[in-house]
């Protein structure tokens, strides 16, 4: 019995109930929740370089679309709900070219616009490792 299983039962067995690969769902779990928190801070303190390139009604959107995407794909990701993580992942790629398009024409850097690229096409990736499921399938 390990030392975890003794000092915190509780969050041994929570643990346990992520599907696996434990850990990787727990590393998405942990980007989900950064887009979320992302996709909220754009929508509560709208950025007026944003404003100033697209109208706020657009900006909204992307903040949304950050958001939403963060949080169907956080709820999904760890009981491997696959139907709900992908709608999540179309959310987050919309919400990303949005801002690969706000950088572009703010002038900003390629760095920027490789990263954001980066970021869809990882969430593309994790789509196409889905898409063929509705449940991650779970060891007994």
Do not use: H
């Not at 019995?1 to 003794?6: A, F, G, L, P």
């Not at 959107?61 to 696959?82: D, E, H, K, T, Y």
């Not at 990263?115 to 779970?138: D, G, H, I, N």
């Amino acid at each position: 019995m390990s030392i975890v299983q003794k000092k915190f039962p509780a969050l041994y067995r929570a643990y346990l109930l992520v599907a696996e690969p434990r850990i990787v769902r727990i590393i998405l779990f942990a980007i989900y929740l950064l887009f979320l928190f992302a996709g909220g801070f754009v929508v509560t303190e709208t950025p007026d370089r944003f404003v100033e390139l697209l109208s706020v009604n657009l900006v909204l959107m992307f903040g949304g679309f950050l958001a939403l995407g963060g949080l169907l794909s956080s709820i999904a990701v760890l009981p491997g709900l696959w139907w709900l993580e992908r709608c999540g992942l179309l959310s987050l790629g919309t919400g990303m070219l949005m801002y690969v398009i706000l950088i572009i024409g703010t002038s900003g850097s390629t760095v920027g616009v490789c990263v954001s690229l980066a970021f869809v096409l990882f969430f593309a990736l994790r789509y196409m490792e889905t898409r063929q499921f509705k449940l991650a399938p779970r060891k007994n």
